[in-house]
């Protein structure tokens, strides 16, 4: 029994689902499936009941849920305390970013990263903004800057590094003025916007919602820039962040046809639980101190 199957013995219990536990640690389902049925082969327990609506943790799993968040609190503290030892920082940092995140914020952390903790190996990842918090949660990360059009999860310490709007834009022409303000209108034409993991599509699903609409026909894309290359070439209307959609518009490409609220913050992320980590206390006061100033 390992570290990582603690780790998913636990979030399957306060997921209470494989399915669920799987999104959270991004691992597949089978993965999943496997590290419980390990725990419970080498304990000769049965640590869940599979029920239609779910997993329930049985008398046996009750008892050592307790025990396994202990088992992992303490590893976090043995890893914090051996970095401590050696007097000097030192390590391996994962750090994920948002495929369109903010480089300004990333570059200033490493800047005074390599300045301050010359010791600490410092490796970034670049990844959509809901894999990156994927990744934060199981461990795969240490820390990482995503976009947030929402409310950012329970189980993190984010710290606001910046903003940005999004708008909804379509090429000019492709709505008679009369009709730009009618969502009527505007639900009728094809939307483009991001895939299922990048902030835009969040949005876009919070706008379908409040304005009681579901377009007929989505086409996903995968990056800003070919989105706008299809809303260009009057495929439909879509989601543009504020900078991107404002050069389009000044160059003539695009009409902007609504600014989104609120704006999508940009957020530095850790473990809430792993804030006494001596790499992520040295990480996250960096970060505090360029955000500040």
């Known amino acids: 029994m390992d570290i990582h199957q603690l780790k998913t013995f636990v979030a399957v219990a306060r997921e209470g689902s494989i399915t669920r536990a799987s999104e959270r640690l991004h691992l597949s389902q089978p993965a999943v499936s496997a590290h419980i049925k390990t725990m419970e082969d080498t304990l000769g327990l049965s640590l869940f009941d599979r029920t239609a609506r779910g997993m329930t943790l049985t008398n046996d ?23 401590r030892k050696n007097g000097e920082l030192s390590g391996a940092l994962r750090i994920g970013a948002g495929s369109n995140s903010n480089n300004e914020p990333i570059g200033r952390l490493f800047s005074k990263l390599a300045e301050r ?30 976009n947030e059009p929402g409310e950012a999860s329970s189980e993190l310490s984010t710290i606001d590094v ?52 579901r377009p007929r026909r989505i086409i996903s894309a995968d990056r800003q820039d070919v989105t706008k290359t299809l809303i260009v070439s009057r495929l439909g209307v879509g989601l543009l962040h504020d900078e991107a959609a404002r050069d389009a518009e000044q160059r003539g490409e ?27 206390l040295a990480t996250s006061s960096i970060m505090r101190a360029t955000a500040q100033g």
């Not at 970034?124 to 800057?145: C, M, P, W, Y």
């Not at 695009?254 to 992520?280: G, I, K, N, W």
């Open 117 to 146: 903790f010359p010791r600490v190996e410092v490796v970034l990842k670049h990844r959509s903004s809901q894999e990156v918090v994927a990744g934060i949660l199981n461990g795969t990360l240490d820390a990482g800057f995503y």
């Open 61 to 83: 799993g009750q008892r050592l849920l307790a025990k396994a968040e202990q088992t992992l609190a303490a590893h976090q503290d043995l890893m914090a305390e051996a970095t």
């Open 254 to 280: 695009v009409e902007l046809l609504f600014e989104m609220t609120p704006p999508v913050r940009v957020l530095f992320a850790y473990l809430a639980s792993r804030a006494a980590d001596p790499l992520l």
């Open 162 to 213: 910046g903003h940005f709007t999004i708008h909804v834009v379509a090429a000019p022409g492709l709505i008679a003025p009369a009709k730009i303000g009618e969502w009527r209108e505007i639900a009728a034409l094809p939307w483009i916007y991001p895939t299922e993991s990048a902030c835009c599509n969040r949005a876009a699903e919070a706008l379908f919602a409040e304005k009681k609409f």
